[in-house]
């Protein structure tokens, strides 16, 4: 089964609200989670990496304050796209990274899809 | 400073021909090396990695991809493609410690179309 998961796997929103994604390493704990987000025919691109318990470190070009990202726990991580527009419209994708089974690993979650009217 | 470079952001091959999916990168510290695949709305599945053993790497699904330092290449193949290995094909880099680096940089992927 699956080691990351996501919530939703999709989404539709109207513009100007919010919208809060999950992601859960199910099978151990993440020391470490990245987003990404990747626009249709278009590579993954790097949005911030969050280590627990402390703030994300946001790549260049990335608005902290609309994409609100707290890993509160070694299992869980939240992406918040706040004031949500059409061109957030976008595939997010988290991964992991931590020990499983002895092996520092890295999965990727299953993405989500927001799609914003 | 890292980068992933795909050559081909398109690739039909014909069901049961050679696959050959083109990655070179530059990195300024050794680089580990992954491909992943991308189906259709879908996350991102790991095919194989690169982690400074052997340089010919065997993966999931019949794929490999070989290291080469002095081509600072890993080009990823199959003998025989299948209609099921239509998808999307990423090639990514990250420096060889732990920790934060294991930030990955992707190329922007290369499309194989597999044909009857």
């Known amino acids: 089964g699956a080691v990351v998961s996501q919530h939703p796997s999709w989404v539709i929103c109207k513009s100007g609200t919010s919208v809060k994604i999950e992601c859960r390493s199910l099978d151990f704990q993440a020391t470490t989670m990245f987003w990404y987000r990747q626009f249709p025919k278009q590579s993954l691109m790097l949005m911030a990496t969050?280590?627990?318990?402390?703030?994300?470190?946001?790549e260049q070009g990335v608005e902290k304050d609309k994409f609100l990202i707290n890993h509160a726990s070694l299992t869980l991580s939240t992406l918040t796209v706040t004031s949500a527009h059409p061109e957030d419209s976008s595939f997010y994708i988290c991964?992991?990274?931590?020990?499983?089974?002895?092996?520092?690993?890295?999965?990727f979650g299953p993405g989500t899809r927001l799609t914003v009217l | 400073a890292q980068s992933v470079t795909q050559l081909g952001s398109h690739v039909s091959v014909s069901e049961g021909a050679l696959v050959l999916l083109r990655c070179n990168y530059s990195?300024?510290?050794?680089?580990?090396l992954f491909w992943y695949v991308q189906y259709p709305n879908q996350g991102l599945q790991l095919l194989l990695k690169?982690?400074?053993?052997?340089?010919l790497v065997k993966g999931i699904n019949g794929f490999e991809a070989e290291f080469k330092k002095s081509e600072t290449s890993f080009h990823l193949t199959k003998p025989s493609a299948h209609m099921s290995d239509a998808a999307e094909y990423f090639c990514a880099v990250r420096p060889n410690s732990g920790g934060s680096n294991y930030k990955l940089t992707f190329g922007k992927g290369t499309l194989l179309t597999v044909n009857p």
């Open positions: 969050s280590n627990e318990g402390s703030k994300a470190t946001y």
């Open positions: 690169y982690t400074s053993a052997a340089t």
């Open positions: 991964s992991a990274t931590g020990r499983l089974a002895g092996v520092d690993t890295q999965y």
């Open positions: 990195s300024s510290v050794p680089p580990y």
